[in-house]
């Protein structure tokens, strides 16, 4: 049993102005996988660190199973942390790495021995158990580095985006294997990534964080079909979603002047009738029947789909279709938005009208 | 006036000196086919330092080591007597007691006060300040460095005012009577150890620092979370990664213990049984006029050296292979 509770935790850092951490307030349910997702300096990692004890929160709590740890030592929390950069102990054995946790805990030899085995078992690396992290590769080093969180046996898991140095496929091999892994043992876990694809995969559910501040909190469906404000729009998914301007006339919208589609109901808001509109790759059609908004700049096959860039008005609209839909340079295309997935944005804040 | 015109040759003519001698020698080289030019031109330019050492270094060597089987007026060939009776001596048997107190007690502090140093001055703001204040003793001569503690060892007998910063705290501050510490045997070589330690910890601690910062801070804090306390980080983690840099620096500092002259010819002259090897070795050539003995001691010395200093070279090596 290990829910995780972010209770309105602030961090500054010390001889600056930025605030590190703003107001942070989210759960864990006990068993979930959640993603802390963000570009760089958005205060994912100072909140993980916050969780294993690196760093002193300057405001607000944080409580594993409803007690605070605010006040014990890290090495009391019973929290595992898997660095980006492994932090193996380089003149330890792949064996005695792994084994470190358990000797400083006073464990026995057999029962080290057991639980390195297990662990060794659980991740293929009983075969590097005699080697040290100098002679592993990166991948080998990664997996020694998880070994070394599991044998544990923790409350939570926390890890700083431990596959960012894997190369791309190992990366994406991993990753498959690391929610296998999460699942199997049923443990907590809190995983901090830059990637979105990453999140995406892995997730239970995702806090996009930016600038310090969490924008929104959700499953990745929530999160990528409706996304809470302009920011997250545009951060999940890729190609990213389409942010047009719009204007709104005769229950119409009029997209970048030139295009119009049908206007979902929507609350009213103040900024009159102007608004940003949000349109996913997927949710345009094109019809290519000789007139149309649309000039087509330039097809881009990926294979399984292709990806045409349309210039509506000044904008560059990019939708994906089919492979074999694949209009040429200078075509002029009508494009149709699924009448559902239109998200609407008030230009001014960037927030979510629906 | 002739010191003055003295002064303005060596000032004017020792860089005129060399830079005529690389002129003409790049003149030199010149006429060489090109092919031989590369593998000669080394030899040219360290040249001058290969003659300094050995006229100034190799030569004295061996012609220590030569010396070393005459007798005292370098007259008659007397094979190893010098060393059989250098053995028998008891100045020498004090000597190497002494001078195994130095290598123990001044290795040993200095690198565990340099140890300590390191770590603690890493975590306090002010580490530029602290570091800079512990290594400020190094910039001073070991000479001038006896005589200031020459003075705070100073004793003066028990009614007498005290003059020696030690004993006037000691007698100020507690009933215990002022201690002559240079002069009771055997712990006044820990007081001249005490100097050299005062001296040289700064060494130890500047260059273990640097060792320090190149541990990734990583691999502390994940020995943290995994539930390791201070102390067991520090043993099993800090110790062994700072060992390749402890060696290098400990090895060091048992060399200098074994040349360690200045400090005990200044404050003691080497008497009250704190003689070292250094020390005996300026005696028997100075005040005994001995040659030949004296000559045996610096050989015995060498001898003693030599194993350290191959360490010390392979252990350096070995770094700079890593690097």
Redesign the interface.
Known sequence: MARVEYDDVWKRFPGSDRVAVHALTLDVADGELLVLLGPSGCGKTTALRML???EHPDGGDIRIDGRSVLRL???DRD???V?Q?Y?L???LSVRNNIG??LR??GLTLAQQAERIGRAAALLRIEHLLARRPGQLSGGEQQRVALA?AIV?EPRVFCMDEPLSNLDAKLRTHTRTELKALQKDLGTTTIFVTHDQAEAMTLADRIAVLDQGRLQQLGTPDDVYRHPANLFVAQFIGSPPMNILAAHRHDGELVVEEAWRIPAPAVRDHHGGTALTVGLRPEAITIEQDGGGPGEVLVSEPLGSEVIVNVKVGSALVKVRTAPDVRPGPGTRVRLAAQPGEVRLFDPSSGTALD | MDRVAALAVAVVGVPLLLVGYIVASEWLLGRLPLRRRAGVRPWVWIGPAITFVVVYLIYPSLATIWLSLFDARSERFVGLANYEQIVQLSDVHIAIRNNVLWVVFFSGIVLAFGLVFAILADRVRYEGLAKSLIFLPMAISFTAASVIWKFVFDYQPAEVTQTGLLNAILTGLTPIDPQAWLISPPWNNLALIAVGVWVWTGFAMVIISAALKGI?V??L?????????EL?VFRR?LL??LGPTIAVVGTTLVIFALKSFDIVYVMTSGNYETEVIANLMYEQLFSVRHNGRASSIAVVLLLAIVPVLIINLRRFRFQEAVR
Do not use: C, N, W
Request: hydrophobic content about 40%; cysteine-free; aromatic content about 8%.
């Open positions: 294993a004890g690196l030592e890290p090495k929290v595992a942390l660095f950069s932090a102990y380089p003149h470190y946790p400083v805990r070394r544990r | 990734p990583e691999l804090e994940a020995a943290r979370v995994d539930g390791a306390r067991t983690i062994p990664l």
